[in-house]
């Protein structure tokens, strides 16, 4: 069109003198008509969750302008029609006034109750669109596929770009979900997110239709709501650092810090989300992962001596079966949230639970011969039981994670949170429960995405393609009552190495989107490639426009033949490096052709969309350090778990646990059989690859003799190696001491191999 105006103009301005007057006017009358028409934006079809159906129906498209305005019948859709108008008012100049009167120029939101609760049909005619949702809730997703049609600046807070008229092309859309449930999980215990941004949240939720948030609200790490019977738990429990009695952990650091929700705070949250048809089941994580509550309230322990600890390196951190004074305390506390949460379904957690306390508690011992119980699991069946019992007195239904099917029978009724193995949801099911499907092979966003970006891989490396491959029935022969059992899928983003609130857009944006799908998409529609051009095509500039820091995939980089390489995810996309090892910026020299050099690992890449820039990386087939490995002995004061040697095999994938916690007066002494020329020698602490469980005070010195020593640096944080420590040495060094002068996170640390380059 823009060629079309452009070449008018020029044939214009050759023959201009030979026209009359009237035809000049005629003319500039149709250039203003056609650059108008070019002007007006047209409705983007690439929506996600794609709609079961959409037909264009061809002829002229209808236009959405600053008359139109929104039709309401009754006193339904109330809620939606404010809805739907504040997000117009955000991108088109017009009022969208709300009527309940005939116009020709009109939105109109009726129900049709023979469609599905949350299905819709949105028919765009030549005047007005119609959106007909089986209930509000239909209504309420019709309108999210509306206004993915508008341009992505409708997400934007306080857009400042608004349009006149938007071009949807007639047509018929006609969607509903494959299940009924479509949640997504947030862990806000191991990383505080205030409600600013859990608002935030639930917008996204919303916009991809998805309609439960699991909000884990307490763990070791923190509890997170307040109760107003036990003002500790919030007083003391929600906060983390090196005088508080929540010790620092997962790079919490020294300063005080933490956070919770009021239950003034809560009630607007949960009336926000139940606003936008989005159910919040909360969950307090029992009887384990309750380190914030022992640290508070200690008495709900067993009382024994011994440590043990949990697979999270937590010691004592689980509630006693045995005593009664904890259901007392749990009623309370159940009690108050139950009217703060309307959700049929309370989760209790139940995951991870160590045993070991209870094995040796006379207390609890008594109590499973008492009951003629011959398994230590019975007892932990005997605890979710009696939860499942205060629960229904107060009208919820348990949910709690896979492990509550060990150890004995449940309420049928109760729901099961599978997270271990598809197979862990199949067991669920034949057994009869209600199964969410949060499987963290797939479902679990807080892995890593590749082998070098951040995040776990307790369950793989989990690409979006993976995700999105995720079938929550799958295939395991199922019959139809099993099959009805099957809830649907949930994300989960568990957040102890996700410290703030980007690194949790990192890893759930855009994987949410493939949840999106995969909750409410038939499982045979479902095509990968067409996901990703969706996504490109749109849907990433709409997350761009929300604000979210979502990943941009990095570039696929190899060294081959003398010639470096890079490849993008995707055409639109630009890749950038530099030579210098430095994480490239939107200044960086361009990638256009394979380089040519004999140093590949001195370059770094990555992709950009727009400003917002990919991790950083080098070749990915060849090693970017070349370390050297001196003969090495080792000694320290430090008791460890593994053998010492491990960190003198100059192998980064076998390091070291302290045994227990590490502080002021601890070392660790390198020495090398001769003395090493470098350039510098490095620490890293924690998991290798993973900037956890690392040791936050102290500092890396050197000798030349082996007997007077420099100081180098002394830890700090880095996201990538975690508490880290290097020193520059410049003579050949016959010794490196690691020495620890305060405090340390968590209660072991690791401990890596040095790195001399
Ligand atoms: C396992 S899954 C846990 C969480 C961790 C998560 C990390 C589950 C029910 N428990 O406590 O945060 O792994 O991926």
């Known amino acids: 069109m823009k ?26 009358f149709i250039i203003i008509l056609l650059w108008s028409y070019k002007n007006v934006p047209t409705a983007n079809l690439d929506i996600v969750p794609k709609p079961q159906t959409m037909e264009l129906v061809g002829g002229r498209d209808c236009r959405i302008n600053s008359k139109t305005v929104i039709e309401v019948k009754d006193s339904v859709n109330q809620f939606n029609a404010k809805y739907l108008q504040s997000y117009l008012r955000n ?88 299940f009924a449930y479509r949640g997504m999980h947030l862990d806000v215990s191991r990383t505080f997110f205030d409600a600013e941004y859990i608002y935030k949240f639930i917008d996204a939720l919303a916009y991809y239709k998805i309609n439960n948030f699991h909000w884990h609200l307490t763990d070791d790490q923190g509890w997170r709501v307040e109760i107003k019977k036990y003002p500790k738990l919030t007083e003391m429990g929600a906060w983390r650092g090196a005088y508080e009695v929540l010790k620092p ?26 606003d936008r048809n989005i159910n919040i089941i909360p969950e307090i994580d029992l009887p384990g992962h309750s380190k914030a509550v022992a640290v508070t309230y200690p008495e709900i322990l067993c009382d024994i001596d011994a440590k043990h600890y949990s697979v999270q390196w937590e010691s004592n951190n689980v509630w006693c079966v045995e005593r009664e004074e904890n259901y007392a305390m749990l009623e309370d506390i159940i009690a108050e949230m139950a009217e703060l949460f309307p959700s049929k379904i309370f989760h209790i957690g139940g995951d991870e639970v160590n045993m070991d306390s209870w094995k040796e508690c006379p207390k609890c011992q008594a109590l499973m011969k008492e009951k003629g119980m011959t398994e230590v699991v019975e007892l932990q069946n005997y ?20 492990e509550i099917i060990d150890g004995g029978a449940l309420r049928p009724e109760t729901v099961v949170y599978a997270w271990a193995s598809p197979e862990r949801g199949i067991e669920s099911v034949r057994q009869g429960h209600p199964t969410v499907m949060q499987i963290a092979q797939y479902m679990y966003f807080d892995m890593k995405q590749s082998k070098d970006e951040r995040g776990l891989q307790w369950a793989g490396v989990t690409s979006l393609e993976k995700a999105y491959s995720f079938d929550p029935i799958g295939n395991f022969d199922l019959t139809e009552e099993e099959t009805k059992l099957v809830m649907g899928p949930q994300g ?29 998409c038939e499982q045979g529609e479902r095509d ?39 490849k993008a995810d995707n055409d639109i996309l630009t890749i950038r490096y530099t ?6 910026t939107i200044k960086s020299e361009k990638y256009r052709k394979p380089i040519k050099t004999q140093e590949p690992e001195k370059y770094r890449f990555a992709t950009f969309y727009k400003d917002r820039s990919s991790i950083a990386r080098g070749a990915q087939n060849i090693e970017l350090h070349h370390y050297l490995k001196p003969s090495t002995t080792v000694e320290s004061n430090i008791p460890f778990f593994e053998d010492i040697n491990r960190l003198v095999d100059y192998d980064l994938n076998t390091y070291c ?101």
């Not at 979710?384 to 919820?396: A, C």
């Not at 957040?495 to 909750?519: H, N, T």
């Not at 997350?543 to 470096?564: C, I, S, W």
């Open 3 to 28: 060629l079309l105006v452009f070449i008018l103009i020029i044939a214009l301005l050759f023959r201009w003198e030979k026209l009359s007057t009237a035809r000049k006017f005629i003319l500039i």
């Open 91 to 178: 991108e088109f100049e017009g009022d969208f006034k709300i009527v309940d009167e005939k116009d020709k120029n009109k939105i109109e939101l009726l129900i049709d109750e023979n469609l599905a609760e949350e299905g819709y049909i949105i028919d765009v005619m030549r005047g007005c669109v119609r959106i007909e949702g089986g209930t509000e809730k239909g209504v309420f997703y019709g309108i999210q596929t509306l206004l993915q049609m508008l341009p992505a600046d409708v997400y934007k807070k306080d857009n400042d770009k608004r349009i006149r008229a938007l071009r949807v092309p007639k047509m018929t859309i006609e969607d509903s979900p494959r």
């Open 249 to 274: 952990a997962y790079a919490s650091g020294m300063e005080r810090n933490g956070g919770y929700y009021t239950q003034e705070e809560i009630k607007s949250i949960v009336k926000y989300a139940a």
């Open 383 to 402: 605890f979710v039981r009696r939860l499942e019992n205060i629960l229904s007195k107060y009208g919820k239904t348990m949910g709690g994670w896979d």
């Open 492 to 520: 989960g983003c568990w957040a102890e190495c996700l410290q703030v609130k980007d690194y949790v857009d990192y890893q759930v944006f855009p994987k949410l989107l493939a949840l999106s799908e995969i909750g409410w």
């Open 528 to 566: 990968y490639e067409d996901f990703q051009r969706r996504l490109y095509g749109a849907q990433y500039a709409r997350l761009y426009a929300m604000d979210f820091k979502f990943r941009v995939a990095p570039p696929e980089v190899v060294y081959q033949d003398g010639l470096l390489m890079a």
């Open 579 to 584: 030579e210098d090892g430095a994480a490239p």
């Open 657 to 757: 646990f302290t045994a227990r916690e590490v502080g002021d007066g601890d070392y660790i002494k390198f020495t090398f059989a001769e003395p090493v020329e470098c350039q510098s020698i490095g620490m890293c602490t924690g998991y290798y690859n993973l900037a956890v469980y690392g040791i936050m005070n102290g500092y890396i010195e050197y000798s030349y003799d082996g007997e007077n020593y420099h100081r180098g640096e002394r830890f700090v944080y880095d996201i990538f190696d975690g508490y880290r420590a290097y020193c520059h040495p410049e003579k050949p060094v016959k010794s490196v001491r690691i020495v620890i002068d305060g405090i340390s996170e968590h209660e072991v640390n690791g401990v890596q191999d040095l790195r001399i380059e």
